[in-house]
Nanobody, 124 residues
Framework: QVQLVESGGGLVQAGGSLRLSCAASGRTFSSYAMGWFRQVPGKEREFVAT????????YYKDSVKGRFTVSRDNAKNTMYLQMNSLKPEDTAVYYC?????????????????WGKGTLVTVSS
C-alpha cells in the first residue's frame, strides 16, 4: 500500500510560480516511479509529468515543458512539481499518483494509488 498527500496548491496570478509537494508513506519510496496529473471539472484527468524511482528520468506534457519541473527527494519520501510561468489554462486540481512499481506510465488508468489532490488556480 502507498499513501499520498499533496500540498502547495493555491491562487496565483498568471506568470507566477507555485511548488507542489507529494508526501508518500507505506512502501519504500525509492522503489516506485511517480507522476503528476491534473483535472478540470468536466474533463478527463490528464498527465502532467512523471519521474523514475531514482529521479534520473523525467517526462512532461508538451504544454508544460520548459515551465514545470518534477523532482523527488527519496530521503524525504517526497516528490515535487515546480511550476513557473503559470497560465490560466493550468488551473486544475493536481494529483500525484503511482503504480507502486518502478515503471513509468503517462496513462492515468495505469495508476493504482492516488492522493486527494490540491487545487491550483491561476488568475489572468
Amino acid at each position: 500500500q502507498v499513501q499520498l498527500v499533496e500540498s502547495g496548491g493555491g491562487l496565483v496570478q498568471a506568470g507566477g510560480s507555485l511548488r507542489l509537494s507529494c508526501a508518500a508513506s507505506g512502501r519504500t519510496f525509492s522503489s516506485y516511479a511517480m507522476g503528476w496529473f491534473r483535472q478540470v471539472p468536466g474533463k478527463e484527468r490528464e498527465f502532467v509529468a512523471t519521474i523514475s524511482e531514482s529521479g534520473d528520468r523525467t517526462y512532461y506534457k508538451d504544454s508544460v515543458k520548459g515551465r514545470f519541473t518534477v523532482s523527488r527527494d527519496n530521503a524525504k519520501n517526497t516528490m515535487y512539481l515546480q511550476m513557473n510561468s503559470l497560465k490560466p489554462e493550468d488551473t486544475a486540481v493536481y494529483y500525484c499518483a503511482t503504480t507502486g512499481a518502478p515503471v513509468i506510465y503517462t496513462d492515468s488508468r495505469r495508476m493504482k494509488y492516488w492522493g486527494k489532490g490540491t487545487l491550483v488556480t491561476v488568475s489572468s
